[in-house]
């Protein structure tokens, strides 16, 4: 069974920092691109960050853009997010996602879309007070 759990939320400060952890489990991730979207109160989800199979490319919402860096360890399964300089606007439940087909290929604005996914996590919240 495939499984995708984030961990790392919490509250921060403005302007603080917070890793997110996405474990994948139940299959081998390693041509998978994957990606983070987040979903605030009352909003529709929305994307964050992708990033290809390879680990060498990588997309960002503008919004985010300079603040937050995707990477992954293919060798442990695992995709992070990095979040720095954290405003209000970024509280939101996060949540990994990997595509729903190994394509190997490089991050694009395509995987903006959430139906280039196939396998979703159950989120992690993150606050941050002003």
């Known amino acids: 069974q495939v499984q995708l759990v984030e961990s790392g939320g919490g509250l921060v400060q403005a302007g603080g920092s917070l890793r997110l952890s996405c474990a994948a489990s139940?299959?081998?991730?390693?041509?998978?691109?994957m990606g983070w979207f987040r979903q605030a109160p009352g909003k529709e989800r929305e994307f964050v960050a992708a990033?290809?199979?390879?680990?060498?490319?990588?997309y960002y919402t503008d919004s985010v853009q300079g603040r937050f860096i995707i990477s992954r360890d293919s060798a442990k399964n695992m995709v992070y997010l990095q979040m720095s300089s954290l405003k209000p606007e970024d509280t939101a439940v996060y949540y990994c996602?990997?595509?729903?087909?190994?394509?190997?290929?490089?991050?694009?604005?395509?995987?903006?879309?959430?139906?280039?996914?196939?396998?979703w996590g159950q989120g992690t919240q993150v606050t941050v007070s002003s």
């Open positions: 996602a990997a595509e729903n087909t190994p394509r190997r290929i490089a991050a694009s604005p395509a995987m903006g879309q959430p139906t280039f996914y196939g396998y």
């Open positions: 139940g299959r081998t991730f390693t041509s998978y691109a």
């Open positions: 990033i290809g199979w390879s680990g060498r490319s990588s």
